[in-house]
């Protein structure tokens, strides 16, 4: 990730997103051409998070938990890459912290069985230890439980991104880190006297430094981004093919480095969309999942009450049904959190899916 110096955050980023968040919202969130800035479409957030409590570059990316039987009991868990976990509810408040390192990627895969409970298991990149941290959620409350067996220690030299996978073929439940140097390690996690070990069961080169990362668990595919070049495509099993495809590359119309956050959503049945942060000029990238097709891109712009997003890094999305998002929703890390003219600490910003698919008109688009 190559960011603007975050000594100066507080003045940097928000000069450096002055188109992002200029308060006109007829206009493009974009910082490239007129032609570019046509094609990318504002939306607005509906809601943000309670910022994270370290100042500087700290905020970077979530993952979403859902409740298996009430779903306004769902969560959203964040990081905070200065000092652990967050976890937040659906307003955005922050219920649970946990200061378990520098952990900079998140996410989570249900369908663990652990001492014959199915539980939803949360990965996490931490880069104080360079080990994957391991915690279940608690369905009760949504808080987390170190379930570790023992240190899942990286052979990375230093691990950064990271995304879990969860095998169509065998029920098996991965994860990918991957380091600044551009390789990968693919774990399995498996469960151990009542706690989850792991072990690496592939390695691989990407090229250069790469962080965003998504498994699609319909197609055994992996989407991994090489910050400076390309969202490629891989098979996402552990003796799956090392052949692979450029989806989108940084030059392409609408794109500019650095990629970051890559996420799916599941319209079922193998349809949706593969979403990227193009964080050179702040957008996000939207492909059909099927064919991989460049559908569009857009922006979260300043709103009346919420600010917008700039300089992101993780992103995730969801298609479950809210009483208050029928389709789900999107959340960005925002890497400039600002209140008129005052910076504040980092955060994370909600979008209504339904925003996103009328602004790109996807709901008259081949799914």
């Known amino acids: 990730m190559k960011k603007f110096i975050k000594i100066f955050l507080g003045v940097l980023a928000f000069t450096a997103c002055e188109v992002v968040k200029e308060k006109k919202q007829e206009k493009e969130v974009s910082k490239t051409t007129t032609k570019e800035v046509n ?25 979403i938990w859902i409740h298996p039987t009430n779903k306004t009991k769902s969560k959203i868990i964040g990081t905070n890459k200065q000092e652990g976990l967050i976890v937040y509810d659906l307003s955005g408040n922050e219920v649970f912290q946990y200061p378990v390192g520098r952990v900079n990627n998140v996410d989570i895969r249900e369908g663990f069985v ?44 230093e691990i950064y991104g990271l995304g879990m996978y969860k095998s169509a073929k065998t029920n098996k439940i991965y994860v990918f880190a991957n380091g600044k140097d551009g390789n990968v390690e693919q774990w399995e996690l498996f469960e151990e006297a009542g706690k989850v070990a ?20 319909f197609y055994g595919k992996l989407y991994i981004g090489e910050e400076e070049k390309a969202l490629w495509k891989y098979d996402a099993e552990p003796d799956g093919s090392e052949e ?55 922006g979260i712009s300043d709103g009346a009450e919420i600010d917008g997003t700039c300089d992101t890094d993780g992103i995730d999305v969801t ?37 996103i698919e009328t602004a790109l008109l996807l709901n008259k688009k081949i799914k």
Not at 39 to 63: G, L, N
Not at 127 to 136: A, D, M
Not at 198 to 217: H, L, P, S, Y
């Open 319 to 355: 298609s479950a049904t809210f009483s208050d998002y029928p389709k789900g929703f999107f959340i960005a890390q925002d890497g400039a959190n600002t209140k008129g003219k005052d910076s504040l600490n980092q955060n994370f910003k909600l979008v209504d899916w339904r925003k």
């Open 39 to 63: 094609r990318i479409k504002p939306v607005y957030a509906t809601m943000e998070t309670a910022q994270v409590s370290s100042s500087d570059d700290a905020a970077d990316d979530a993952c």
């Open 198 to 217: 792991g072990k690496i069961v592939r390695t691989f080169a990407v090229g250069n430094q790469t962080e965003g990362v998504v498994a699609d668990d």
């Open 114 to 157: 652990l001492e014959k409970d199915t539980v939803a298991i949360v990965t996490a990149s931490n880069r104080t230890s360079n080990t994957i941290t391991v915690h279940k959620v608690n369905p009760d409350d949504g808080s987390l439980e170190d379930v570790a067996a023992m240190p899942l220690k990286s052979q990375l030299a």
């Open 244 to 298: 692979r495809k450029a989806i989108v590359t940084t030059t392409d119309t609408n794109m500019k480095a650095d990629f970051e956050g890559v996420t799916l959503y599941d319209s079922g049945k193998g349809k949706g969309y593969i979403i990227l942060s193009s964080q050179g000029n702040n957008s996000y990238a939207v492909f059909d999942r099927i064919t991989n097709a460049y559908i569009g891109s857009f």
